[in-house]
């Protein structure tokens, strides 16, 4: 009765990497190349590691795609790289968390004129957002040295995409001290000031109503932090918003 449960039938991407000139490309097409990534498929992984595949997979979603390309297929392999880069794999959070060249290639799409392709702002946001929870020491590390990051995400706050990540920027950072050093940080960058400013009538509607989501969230989540309070006796966002 277990004959259908054959483990040594090779998949689709084993048979691939058997390939010497086996591409990124081929690769992403195969269906269970995600699956494969999450088992710990350690051909695949010392492919996906190379300097080379990382910085293929990060451009897939940081830059727009050919535009030749049917429309439901244009995104097709953004999406798969963006699940490769965020599918909590220790070896890849690894890799691109410690390496500046490959968080300041990331960081890029941030220094692009609006606007934002919303679609491609979320794969960008869903990526740092993994990369904040699962290396945070190293990519807050490497924000705070970024000075114009802030200005950069409220520059493009009519994507909501970059309200999710300036979200989990505040909600998403461990131990506690960790995260009160970054609210302190957001707070001495004068963020509530910089949100409050957007709300106003001369702002696009985009940006006023996701700076204004954004402050309402700000709040909930600084009165739902009882670790947070035990700490530091405050957060100093919510002090700002309450004064």
Same mark, same amino acid.
């Given at each position: ?18 390939? *010497? ?7 992403? *097409? ?11 498929? /350690? ?7 190379? &300097?080379?595949?990382?910085?293929? %997979? ?25 699940? %490769?880069?965020?599918? &909590? ?16 290639? %990331? ?30 020491? /190293? ?24 309200? &999710? ?27 509530? /000031? ?9 702002? *696009? ?7 204004? /989501? ?20 405050? *957060?100093? #966002?919510?002090?700002? #918003?309450?004064?």
């Amino acid at each position: 009765m277990f004959w259908k449960f054959d483990l040594h039938t090779a998949s689709q991407v084993e048979k691939l990497l058997e390939k *010497d000139d086996v591409t990124l490309t081929e690769l992403l *097409d195969e269906d269970d190349v995600l699956q494969e990534c999450k088992a710990q498929n /350690q051909r695949l992984l010392l492919f996906l590691t190379q &300097d080379s595949s990382l910085q293929e %997979l990060l451009s897939l979603i940081i830059r727009e795609p050919p535009s030749d390309r049917e429309e439901k297929l244009r995104y097709k392999y953004a999406n798969m790289a963006c699940e %490769l880069l965020t599918c &909590d794999v220790s070896v890849i959070n690894d890799k691109v968390g410690g390496d500046d060249s490959l968080l300041n290639m %990331l960081y890029s799409f941030l220094e692009q004129d609006p606007p934002l392709n919303p679609l491609l702002a979320s794969f960008f946001s869903k990526t740092f957002g993994s990369l904040i929870s699962r290396k945070t020491e /190293q990519t807050i590390g490497f924000l705070r040295k970024k000075e114009g990051f802030l200005g950069l995400v409220l520059k493009h706050m009519y994507v909501s995409a970059m309200m &999710d990540l300036l979200l989990r920027l505040i909600s998403c950072v461990e131990p506690a001290q960790l995260r009160h050093d970054v609210l302190t940080w957001l707070d001495e960058e004068k963020l509530i /000031q910089r949100m409050t400013e957007l709300i106003q009538p001369h702002t *696009d509607n985009e940006r006023q109503s996701n700076a204004s /989501q954004a402050l309402c969230d700000i709040i909930r989540m600084g009165r739902d932090q009882p670790g947070l309070q035990e700490l530091s006796g405050s *957060d100093p #966002l919510l002090t700002t #918003l309450e004064l």
